[in-house]
């Protein structure tokens, strides 16, 4: 009888289910597989670096060109302390001085005024005095009063004489009975090439330094009224005529 519950006892103990050892892992399915999104991976990746070449390319594709430091007026050559060097895009369109040119430019003229800023190309200057036919420059030295404030390169003026000779002229004239001719301008139409504002840090003296394009017919008189400081500009307005701009703006 007691033989019989032992073996009873075992065989329940052989129909447990049998547990895993504490060491053991459980199964884990298999990991899915996504070539898709590697594809993109990779893809993103030559992009990158296909875009760090270009701009490693484009960056070293780079001239040394000619900037304008300090304006350069019609028919006036290029001094040292008036340009410096900069690096510029190359572009074979743009006709860019390069900075090994610059022995070459100083033997050129303005074809007219260059500002302040500006990167030099082939076109703005020639050979000669790179001044139009029958043109000169004319220097000026003028006080205030004698010029229109805000004069600038490019502006249109009549010159007339002021002082004590162009007094002395409207008296002559007023007792000659030619009173009208004494008022006329010493030159109708002008155009400014260069106005030299007082540079910061120095003392002005009180003159503004203008240069003037006129006719070479009328430079001696202006020069000679401009030795005196006795000349006075007008500026016209675009398009106009000396007669309707007396009021000096």
């Known amino acids: 009888m007691k033989i019989q519950e032992r073996a009873g006892g075992g065989n329940n103990r052989a129909s447990a289910p049998a547990q895993p050892g504490a060491g053991e892992r ?3 399915p298999p990991r899915e597989r996504k070539p898709a999104l590697a594809a ?5 990746i030559l992009v990158g670096a296909l875009g760090a070449t270009v701009l490693v390319l484009r960056a070293g594709d780079r001239i040394s060109a000619v900037k304008i430091e300090k304006e350069i007026p019609v028919g006036a050559a290029v001094t040292d302390d008036a340009v410096t060097e900069v690096l510029v895009a190359a572009d ?3 006709n ?4 090994s040119q610059l022995a070459s430019l100083k033997k050129l ?3 007219y005024t260059i500002p302040s800023g500006a990167v030099a190309v082939g076109e703005m200057f020639a050979e000669g005095t790179g001044l139009p ?3 000169v420059n004319v220097g000026l030295s003028l006080k205030e009063g004698q010029y229109p404030s805000g004069l600038k390169p490019g502006d249109t003026v009549t010159a007339y004489r002021v002082g004590d000779a162009a007094a002395k002229s409207r008296n002559d004239g007023a007792e000659t009975g030619s009173g009208s001719a004494a008022g006329a301008p010493l030159v109708e139409s002008a155009q400014i090439a260069l106005v030299r504002e007082a540079e910061e840090g120095t003392v002005s003296s009180g003159t503004l330094p203008v ?3 006129v006719d070479k017919a009328v430079a001696g008189p202006l020069a000679q009224a401009a030795n005196a400081g006795e000349v006075a500009l007008v500026r016209l307005p675009a398009g106009g005529a000396a007669g309707g701009a007396s009021d000096g703006s």
């Not at 993109?40 to 993103?44: G, Y």
């Not at 860019?96 to 900075?99: K, S």
């Open 133 to 135: 036919e029958g043109k």
């Open 92 to 94: 074979e369109s743009v």
């Open 96 to 99: 860019y001085v390069e900075w």
């Open 26 to 28: 459980l199964p884990t």
């Open 109 to 111: 003229k303005a074809k």
């Open 211 to 213: 240069t003037v394009t």
């Open 40 to 44: 993109l991976a990779v893809l993103l």
